[in-house]
């Protein structure tokens, strides 16, 4: 399997204080990988640093070709489509227009992600900032889709959301990834709706990879030691 | 139909009806007035796509404005003086055209925007605010030491430029090419806003991460719109000279730019008719106000700040009702 995004020792640092020290991953095509990690571990700062939002020692490829230092909009073009933190969609816009801004050529379209959000073509016309918690993060999944991205990065999607939403969610993105060729970075709490989707794991803590394997390797001890479930 | 719809479809109406009614009462003053209202108009509707979907407080539009009238007033100059305005490597002459004159002050005045896009969008709040209106100054007080073109007194055109076949000394006939112009501003204003173009400039005065994290170069967005933008205020203002046949600094100056941005507020930033409004109202109050005295511009101000502090979304935005402006 080809690697679409491998990280090498990856440092980063939030002004003088170092955030990373030594972050290596890797995702292959049509995998899906979940990071995981205790709060303030470094998850979110790891997300960051593929993205270009925050600069970052070390080698960070993409398709095999080498990241570091570009800005975020050529990242996102190369193919990283990002769904960030705490559902950020465009507020002023309708549902319809948040979408149609991001689009890109490709397989994904309107038609394509209100078939697998149903609930927003019944919102189309509605501004995102109107919309309930769980429709905006299906909107800042839809609006990630029509990049046509290589890779999904999710970064907590399913937080703060209410448990039949977050259901649905899971349910979605568990399709995304029997279904297209999308490579899937999530992040996420829940072991449980991870198994769901996850082929590998790997945890961080304190700014450094600790574990990392087959999701199906993860067992209790690993779990208790490193994420204090 | 929303209301605003309404509004809006009232407005054009009563450019038509006003005009007409103007026509065959004999009234040309109102006529003339009217030209005014609708070329100010297009200059803000220009301003308003910077401003309303790019949320680039530009206080430097008069340059474009100044660039449209210039391209008129030079070209027309030497077409009426009989003098090649340049003589070599070869030779261009003077014209009196109206689609030739639009089309260079177009032309120049994107190049401008283009330039001082370049170099003012880097920075953004109260310095891209600085930048523009240092570049407008720039323009004022070289149109002021260029002696070539009557320096501070301007230059003054006999005869209004000619259109194919239209009479434009004839008010009406002028009003209508200026107001048809302004539709078409209009109808493209609308369709940009509605594009992905406008749906990601609008996007990116939001947030500027969340673009990029989409792929968009908030940037580029902003010096595409920044040059539509320039381009549209400079058509505006080969218009404007070509309504008064006269062309000075004054085109130029910070009050221009000021005021193009006051008929964009006080119409309502980021509606599609806000500055057609702005204009209209400010072209009244110009009117009756300035009859009843010279400092008008004291009762102008208060009704800026009563706009401002109380009305969100200018006047339309009272009208409509719709707090939240859109496209």
């Keep these: ?229 | 139909m929303t209301r605003e719809n309404g509004l809006n479809m009232l407005i054009v109406a009563g450019l038509v009806l006003v005009p007409l009614w103007a026509f065959f009462a004999d009234e040309p003053f109102t006529i003339t007035l009217a030209t005014r209202a609708v070329i100010l108009a297009m200059a803000a509707v220009g301003l308003n796509i910077a401003l309303g979907l790019g949320g680039l407080i530009s206080l430097g539009h008069a340059v474009f404005f100044g660039l449209g009238g210039y391209a008129m007033g030079i070209l027309a100059y030497h077409a009426q003086t009989y003098t090649p305005f340049v003589e070599w490597p070869f030779v261009i002459e003077g014209t009196k055209s109206m689609p030739i004159i639009w089309l260079v002050a177009v032309v120049m005045s994107s190049l401008a925007a283009f330039v001082i896009g370049l170099l003012s969008l880097r920075t953004s709040g109260a310095y891209f605010i600085m930048i523009t209106l240092a570049f407008g100054q720039m323009f004022f007080f070289f149109s002021i030491s260029w002696s070539a073109y009557g320096g501070e007194d301007g230059v003054s055109i006999y005869l209004r430029n000619g259109f194919p076949g239209l009479n434009t000394l004839a008010p009406i006939q002028f009003y209508g090419l200026c107001f048809g112009l302004l539709m078409l501003v209009l109808l493209f204003a609308s369709l940009l806003a509605r594009s992905p173009f406008g749906l990601a400039l609008n996007a990116a005065r939001q947030s500027e991460q969340r673009v990029q994290a989409v792929g968009m170069m908030p940037f580029r967005l902003r010096l595409a719109a920044f040059v539509i933008s320039g381009a549209i205020t400079g058509l505006a203002g080969a218009l404007f000279a070509d309504l008064n046949r006269f062309v000075s600094p004054a085109m130029f100056s910070w009050q221009m730019s000021g005021e193009i941005m006051i008929l964009v507020i006080l119409g309502g930033v980021g509606r599609l008719y806000g500055p057609v409004v702005g204009a209209i109202v400010y072209v009244m109050l110009e009117h009756v106000l300035g009859d009843l005295s010279d400092y008008w511009h004291i009762y102008l101000g208060v009704l800026l700040l009563l706009v401002v502090l109380f009305v969100k979304g200018g006047i339309i935005g009272a009208v409509s009702g719709r707090r939240t402006a859109h496209g």
């Design chain 1, 1 to 229: 399997m080809t690697s679409v995004l491998s990280l090498e020792q990856i440092e980063a640092s939030y002004g003088p204080i170092q955030a990373l020290f030594g972050v290596s991953l890797d995702v292959s095509e049509g995998e899906a990988v979940a990071l995981m990690g205790r709060n303030g571990m470094g998850k979110s700062t790891t997300v960051k640093t593929i993205c270009g939002m925050l600069p970052a020692q070390g080698d960070i490829r993409f398709a095999g070709n080498r990241i570091n230092g570009l800005p975020s909009h050529k990242i996102a073009r190369l193919g990283v489509g990002l769904v960030p933190e705490g559902r950020r969609c465009f507020s002023g816009l309708s549902v319809e227009e948040n979408l149609v801004a991001a689009s890109r050529k490709g397989e994904w379209d309107f038609a394509k992600v209100t078939d697998l959000f149903p609930r927003l073509a019944e919102r189309r016309r509605q501004q995102a900032a109107s919309l309930s918690g769980g429709e905006q993060q299906m909107l800042a999944i839809g609006r990630a889709l029509m990049t046509n991205p290589r890779l999904l990065v999710l970064d907590e999607a399913t937080e703060g959301l209410a448990p039949v939403v977050r259901q649905e969610i899971w349910t979605a993105i568990e399709a995304l990834k029997n279904r297209t060729g999308v490579s899937i970075l999530i992040i996420d709490k829940s072991l449980k709706e991870l198994a769901r989707i996850a082929d590998r794991a790997v945890i961080v803590e304190r700014g450094k990879d600790v574990w990392s394997g087959a999701f199906d390797a993860l067992d209790r001890e690993v779990a208790d030691r490193h994420l204090g479930v």
